[in-house]
């Protein structure tokens, strides 16, 4: 009984989450933005669902509200403290990242009101990006992209290892056995990216490196690639 209570009471506070946004967009930056709120809850809502349903796993519903309570209020307070002014977007060249802003401070709130916090990962080839969400909330999970080549000024899996990043994503040519052994070594995930290319012999190699993880244009070639090879 006190679960369904607890269930009905984070939905009403999310319900009042989307009136207090539709408010606030609407008199911070004129009723065009009002929509934000309808369009985020509507993507909060079905990027969770298509995670829960694809990695199943028990739920932690105190936790969960716990994270959702506090990122409300952080968010809040983010999204009144941002400068952002769209009626200067035309001329001010800060403004969009200030919009950025907006929408990366509401999805924190959503993700933790739909329990996925530990199934979603925030990725970007921006570092100040990735800080940003590491501001929102320390715990949520953070990878870097990094499809630059070794050897130049500086090495990204240096500065993932430093930052103590959740994950690190190399473009597939750059992922080599010593690198993937570091990653491993320092605590990171490491997923590489193929876009279009089918598995083959280079897939294999890297899995027996320790990589942890794909992402392809054409998951169908890799799901039956990892299940010819025992994997999933």
């Known amino acids: 009984m006190v679960y369904y209570a607890a269930i ?36 909060g809502a079905g990027a969770s669902g298509s995670l829960l349903s694809l990695w199943p796993r028990p739920l932690r519903p105190a936790w ?48 933790h009101e739909m329990g996925a916090d530990e199934m979603v990962m925030f990725t970007s080839f921006d570092l100040a990006a990735l800080a940003m969400v590491r501001e929102l909330d ?13 050897g130049g000024r500086f090495d990204l899996l240096d500065v993932a290892i430093s930052e103590q990043f959740y994950a690190w994503s190399p473009k597939a040519e750059f992922a080599t056995e010593d690198r993937i052994r570091r990653a491993s070594e320092a ?13 083959g012999p280079h897939q294999g190699a890297l899995l027996s490196w320790g990589l942890q993880g794909f992402s392809t244009n054409i998951p169908e070639a890799f799901v ?7 994997l999933r």
């Open 8 to 43: 009905a009471l984070v939905s009403a506070a999310s319900l009042l989450l989307e009136l207090a946004l539709l408010r606030l967009f609407a008199v911070q930056q004129f009723y065009h933005f009002a929509f934000m709120a309808i369009s985020l809850a509507l993507l």
């Open 64 to 111: 969960s509200s716990l994270g959702f309570s506090v990122s409300i209020l952080g968010a809040y307070l983010l999204i009144n403290t941002l400068p952002f002014d769209s009626f200067s977007v035309a001329w001010d060249r800060r403004q969009p990242f200030f919009l950025a802003l907006y929408f990366l401070a509401a999805a924190v709130e959503l993700v």
């Open 138 to 150: 320390p715990n949520l999970r953070v990878g870097i992209l990094d499809w630059y080549e070794p």
């Open 187 to 199: 605590g990171l995930h490491v997923f590489t990216g193929f876009g279009s290319t089918s598995p």
């Open 224 to 230: 039956d690639y990892l299940k010819a090879h025992g």
